[in-house]
């Protein structure tokens, strides 16, 4: 099991930048799935990045070229460095870790990314 702090979110002008943080509590975070999942009222939830316990990568269409997620396994941190945010990011960012081999599957309690004029 695996329990996830967010952080970093807050107000941001358009074409700012902001980094989030997501630190995990428990064991074995070399072996989760990393993710980070935006949902903006009234819409879906959606995943905006994924890195894998090799740290490969994937990003969401829209964020691609703007959005960088990392993780530092040595203290169980996994990062997304956003950068030229649109109003359109406005959105509660939330950290997700899944465990592929037990299925674990574990979120934060999200963090508010505002992008405002």
């Known amino acids: 099991q695996v329990e996830l702090a967010e952080s970093g979110g807050g107000l941001v002008q358009p074409g700012g930048s902001l980094r989030l943080s997501c630190a995990a509590v428990?064991?074995?975070?070399?072996?989760?799935?990393m993710a980070w999942y935006r949902q903006a009222p009234g819409k879906q939830r959606e995943l905006v990045a994924k890195i894998s316990s090799g740290s490969s990568t994937n990003y969401a269409d829209s964020v691609k070229g703007r959005f960088t997620i990392s993780r530092d396994n040595a203290n169980y941190i996994v990062y997304l460095q956003m950068n030229n945010l649109k109003l359109e990011d406005t959105a509660v960012y939330y950290c997700n870790a899944m465990n592929m081999m037990t299925g674990g599957d574990y979120w934060g309690q999200g963090t508010q990314v505002t992008v405002s004029s």
């Open positions: 428990g064991r074995d975070f070399s072996a989760y799935v």
